[in-house]
């Protein structure tokens, strides 16, 4: 079974820390904005960690980023049917455009069952786009 396509929005502080030469961890905090579901707020907090891998270095800008995330949702839906948390993992390519700008393109799979009830399984799975900022 399959649902619909919603669309989000999200607004977020990362931590860039270098752990070696090639090598980057990122952590990071966001606040989903989502598409409204049945006129009522779809929002999400998310945490993340990360890691960006240069494999021809950092002089070459571009990397690559697996991840993992938790998500806390603030929609009021019914928890004797829908979990409000999940966790899922996610594979992205970067591209450092300048010492202030990165852009990334991601695909994540939830790896947690959102359904309460046994038998079913609600899954999620996105593509992404995101444009860092660091100051």
Do not use: C, H, R, W
Not at 74 to 102: P, Q, R, Y
């Amino acid at each position: 079974m399959t649902g619909a396509s919603l669309g989000a929005f999200t607004i977020g502080v990362f931590f860039d820390s270098e752990i070696y030469e090639k090598l980057d961890l990122l952590t990071s905090v966001g606040f989903g904005i989502g598409e409204k579901v049945d006129d009522e707020s779809n929002n999400s907090i998310g945490i993340g960690v990360g890691l960006q891998y240069y494999p021809t270095g950092k002089d070459g800008n571009f990397f690559i980023q697996p991840g993992l995330g938790l998500g806390f949702s603030l929609a009021n839906i019914d928890t004797d049917f829908i979990k409000k948390t999940v966790f899922s993992g996610s594979i992205g390519l970067g591209v450092d455009i300048s010492e202030s700008f990165t852009i990334i393109g991601s695909y994540e799979s939830q790896l947690s069952n959102s359904s309460t009830i046994n038998g079913i399984e609600i899954k999620a799975n996105s593509i992404g786009v995101t444009l860092q900022y660091k100051f």
